[in-house]
């Protein structure tokens, strides 16, 4: 059974940086692209950065710059760095795989970026 578990959030002031990661489980991770969501109070979730199963990278506008995804094929996990947090960017982020058969999501893991 395919899982993803996220891990590094937490609470930082503006432009400060973090790490999130995402470990994987259960599933062939040499083959699959990677996604990274927040949802934000209230809002819609979204999509903010993949890579694809090649270590191809794209971005949201929103981040582009900023944002940093990676995935490390020993340890089957992606991370996402953040640099120049702003408060825009509090959230809870989610690690995500997406496939025809339904997607895997993680519990996420909440950024909170203070002005």
């Known amino acids: 059974q395919a899982r993803v578990r996220e891990s590094g959030g937490g609470l930082v002031q503006a432009g400060e940086s973090l790490r999130l990661s995402c470990v994987t489980s259960?599933?062939?991770?040499?083959?699959?692209?990677m996604r990274w969501y927040r949802q934000a109070t209230g809002k819609q979730r979204e999509m903010v950065a993949q890579?694809?199963?090649?270590?191809?990278?794209s971005y949201s506008d929103a981040v582009k710059g900023r944002f940093s995804i990676s995935r490390d094929y020993s340890r089957n996990t992606v991370a996402l760095q953040m640099n120049g947090l702003q408060p825009e960017d509090t959230a809870v982020y989610y690690c995500n795989i997406p496939r025809d058969a339904g997607d895997i999501w993680g519990q996420g893991t909440q950024v909170t970026v203070s002005s």
């Open positions: 259960g599933i062939n991770f040499r083959i699959i692209t």
């Open positions: 890579i694809t199963s090649a270590g191809t990278p």
